[in-house]
């Protein structure tokens, strides 16, 4: 255990997080030439189009310093928002993490809010100062913010880049000078810690896991706590580039498991392994069932592709957990799903691999997040609102209320004004302001979900120019004034467009909802009227007028392949076109409400 060391590396997004752990591997030997590729760690397709760690994994490295060998697990962390559980239990995995902060960005807010997820586990903090030879870097500067933040000696902060190697030497020795050896005890029963796991179609659920105490043994008879189930340790090993076989895992390290499982729901991150026969009496701290926090509407584009669309969902359920789904119907759009997804990101990872890996084309309804009605005749039970339409009629509502988070923005001191009306305009409250240099403010805001899963982080970069990073965490329900603002089309209530909407921004957004829908849903023979309405009460109008005769007539006569193109071009608008009674309604209509702004 002495020569063990498991770290992981924090960093907000781009500050070059994927590329200093490429040259750790390549450093320590860990890879062969032919087993470069130019991002190792990001071994998902859409990952690595993505640029962004979605799935976290580990990979063991070997190091020799002073002449005795170390073992260094580096166990990676996803970088976006949606998958902040994952990145806590990567961290409560490990004993130190490099703290690395690009020389020209210096600190942003996704380099705060992992550092004091590291701070709360008693991590042992590394910090780097990375891309030091970019021309714009200013090493001094940022140095001072990094001893500023950390209270640590500025001796303490290791320059390097992660595109020529240099500082790589210095930060492998501090891992094993500065990161203590991890603790446990390998008499008491096997408790380790699920903090990964791979799909694998052929192989079954890679587990992936740290050993807190005692050991694990191929073979063994072993429980996970939280879902009461036991499985045996068919394959245990350790993970390199590929994966090792092992006999035993012992404690303080890190390892896979395989055992046949099926499904990635019988494996929940953050869940603790142990022996069947003689189990541990303690879980380990910190399991939660991840919920999802975003929900929407997933309806096949044709309604006979309905059972199809289901069996695509259940394979991809195997695979990814933390996707939910339950069916739907709506009067506009028929049968389809109810959908639960960790984030926007995704949502749309989701609604991509329908696309490219079952050939699914869908039409996703506008999303919105999880909220809690209590009724008048029962106050104490809440009613879980996934759904617009499942929200009590008003005159039966005791409340409602929503789900707030806590968001870090760091920007510079010239854009604190714009950076704050946008908060506001947001439902925000500001709860805190500091100045980290003359140059940059930390803002701290209680603020609904809702208002900022969706366009949030597109206007906070337009109103700092770029120039603002954010980061957020959850804090729980609050009671809020929330109404349903339907639409109506042609006098008939489209469900499927209906939006669960502050009441003092009803009549706004409601008014900018007609007129983007006009915008937006096509022609045709007849006046459409378009209303939005809260209640029996209509709230605004607008009419999307029939087409003139002359304006078809434009497809007659004329250029062949002129006109060839005009048609292709219409089937290709059809693909995701839904007739809902004698309107048709492409998909972006159904997005409508989050591209007020645009
Ligand atoms: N000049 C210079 N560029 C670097 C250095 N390290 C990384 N980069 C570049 O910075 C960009 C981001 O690097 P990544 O390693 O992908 O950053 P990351 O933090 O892993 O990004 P995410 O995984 O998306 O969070 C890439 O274009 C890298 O080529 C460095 O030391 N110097």
Redesign the pocket.
Known sequence: MKHIRNFCII???????????DRLLDYTGSVTEREKQD?LL?NMDLERER???IKSHAIQMEYIYNGEQYTLNLIDTP?HVDFSYEVSRSIAACEGALL?VDAAQSIQAQTISNLYLALENDLEIIPVL?????PSANPEEVTDDIVDLLGCDPEEVIP?????GLGVDKILEAIIERVPPPKGNKEEPLQAMIFDSVYNPFRGVEVIFRVMNGEITKGQKIKFMATQKEYFADEIGTLKLTQVPKNTIKTGDVGYLISGIKEAREVKVGDTITDARTPTQNMIAGFENVKPMVFAGIYPVDTEDYEELRASMEKLQLNDASLVFTPESSAALGFGFRCGFLGMLHMEIIQERLEREFDMTVITTVPNVSYLAYTKKDPETAVIVNNPSDLPEPSKLDRVEEPYIKATIITKADYVGPVMSLCIEKRGQITNQTYLTTERVELNFDIPLAEIVFDFYDRLKTVSKGYASFDYSPIGMRVSKLVKVDILLNGQSVDALSALIHADNAYNIGKKMCEKLKELIPRQQFDIPIQAATGAKIISRETIKALRKDVTAKCYGGDISRKRKLLEKQKKGKKRMRQVGNVEIPQQAFMAVLKLND
């Not at 960093?11 to 752990?21: M, R, V």
């Not at 990375?130 to 970019?134: H, P, S």
């Not at 390097?160 to 020529?164: D, E, L, P, R, Y």
Request: no cysteine; net charge neutral; charged share 20%.
């Open positions: 960093a907000h997004i781009d500050h070059g997080k994927s590329t200093l752990a991002q990001d640029g962004i760690t970088g690395i990375n891309k030091i030879d970019l390097a880049s992660g595109k020529t």
